[in-house]
């Protein structure tokens, strides 16, 4: 993810970031630093589409608007469901949480979660989730939700707009930190409606 962002925001070059921040952080792990080659590299080719798989899912909101971060991790993950085989989704969605929740806003971690959530359910409705071996742990499981059928913690953005929006000032490249342990938001976002289970009754 800081690879990415230090392409896309810092305007490094492609064979700069792999060679100052990729390949250095796993110089000890080759197995580690192969799949991190090579699901940077196919973010970066697959940006377009995911970008328009995104914003198939943020209705009513310009994807220009969503927190970088979260735009990166978004692209990130989408491009790991649809170009490793072997990585079942749910890997992907819990590992792409945890990123939010550490280097995004207070809300990024379930914005996230509800997108991708999304996301799998349109990828698979249209045939588009190829998965084999390791890959189809989850998948059944997932086949046999409904569209209204999801986690009570997912969130979608509102029409009135409630992504987690870029924080005012100039970017920073390749000075990414851990959002604080208070959970405060550097920005106020507006408030998200909740979606939960059919057949619950719960305060908003």
Do not use: C
């Not at 070059?13 to 100052?20: A, D, I, K, M, P």
């Not at 927190?67 to 978004?74: C, N």
């Amino acid at each position: 993810m800081q690879a990415l962002y230090a392409l896309f925001i810092g305007n490094q070059s492609l064979e700069h970031v792999l060679q100052t921040i990729v390949k250095p952080e796993f110089h000890e792990d080759s197995f580690g630093r192969d799949f991190a080659e090579r699901l940077f590299l196919r973010t970066v080719d697959n940006r377009s589409r995911t970008d328009d798989i995104i914003r198939e899912h943020i209705a009513n909101w310009e994807i220009e608007r969503l927190a970088t971060v979260d735009r990166i991790i978004l692209q990130m993950a989408i491009t790991e469901m649809l170009t490793f085989e072997d990585i079942p989704t749910k890997v992907t969605i819990n590992e792409a949480i945890e990123i939010a929740k550490k280097f995004s806003t207070a809300r990024s971690g379930r914005f996230v979660n509800g997108i991708l959530d999304a996301v799998v359910l349109s990828l698979e409705k249209n045939g588009e989730l190829k998965k084999e071996g390791r890959g189809l742990v989850d998948l059944p499981a997932r086949q046999k939700r409904g569209e209204n059928d999801k986690r009570e913690d997912d969130t979608l953005p509102e029409e009135d707009g409630a992504a987690p929006r870029e924080s005012e000032g100039p970017v920073q490249p390749l000075t990414l930190k851990p959002a604080s342990d208070s959970g405060e938001a550097d920005n106020k976002s507006p408030k998200k409606r909740r979606i939960k289970r059919p057949g619950k009754k719960k305060d908003m």
